[in-house]
């Protein structure tokens, strides 16, 4: 059975373009969230999103937007990059969109920004 | 604001022994805390939950403790092998599925 599987790995971006990053549930997931880990931090929550609706947002700007699919397929935009958007971009699947859930963490999506 | 800490540097040990990681947090009662294992340029993989209404919890080598009162964990693997070294991540449950977490610490175990 596939984990959480994201795309790209990798890509490097210049200062002010727009990226989209994708990412794919444990089949039976229905919620999926979205973190930004910068080197030497531990995860930052962005966004989660359940039954395609957004759950929670965390203090990002608006520079920042998911949204997740049907399939519960998500993806994450981020406008306008700034360079500290450079970051290792990491989705997450669960069963339920709240409680006591455990976390399936894909191998994330590393931004760079030049 | 809501503070989780973790020891800053890196914890070096001698295959075989215990290893005792410590997670600390301030202006904030969770309901439920998470450890998780990084390895470089991995995600996160989810090890122990513990309950606020739970001193402890088992698995195989690895021991949580939550201690509300202190407003800390302790995370022990007993008879560390080299193969444990990683980042250990702890997380605080912030609402639906949002976890907040600290910076990790890193653990060297050393044959």
């Known amino acids: 059975d596939a984990g959480v599987t994201q795309s790209p790995t990798h890509l490097i971006k210049t200062r002010g373009q727009q990226v989209t990053l994708r990412c794919s549930p444990i089949s039976g997931h229905k919620s999926v969230s979205w973190y930004q880990q910068v080197l030497g931090q531990g995860p930052q929550f962005i966004f989660q999103?359940?039954?395609?609706?957004?759950?929670g947002r965390g203090n990002f700007p608006d520079r920042f937007s998911a949204r997740q699919f049907p399939n519960y397929s998500s993806e994450l935009n981020v406008n306008a990059l700034l360079l500290g958007d450079s970051a290792l971009y990491l989705c997450a699947s669960s069963l339920q969109g709240s409680g006591a859930n455990v976390l399936t963490f894909g191998a994330g999506s590393r931004l760079t920004v030049l | 604001s809501q503070k989780i800490e973790q020891n800053s540097e890196a914890l070096n040990i001698q295959e075989g022994k215990t290893a005792t990681l410590t997670c600390n947090y301030t202006?904030?009662?969770?309901?439920?805390l998470q450890w998780y294992r990084q390895d470089p340029g991995r995600g996160p993989v989810f090890l122990l939950l513990i309950r606020e209404n739970e001193k402890e919890k088992r698995k195989e080598r690895l021991k949580v403790t939550f201690d509300t009162t202190l407003k800390q964990s302790l995370f022990h693997i007993t008879a560390s092998q080299p193969a444990d070294s990683a980042t250990y991540l702890c997380?605080?449950?912030?609402?639906?599925?949002?976890?907040?977490f600290g910076a990790g610490t890193r653990l060297a175990v050393h044959p």
């Open positions: 999103y359940y039954e395609k609706e957004e759950r």
């Open positions: 997380a605080l449950s912030g609402g639906y599925n949002k976890l907040i």
């Open positions: 202006n904030y009662s969770p309901a439920y």
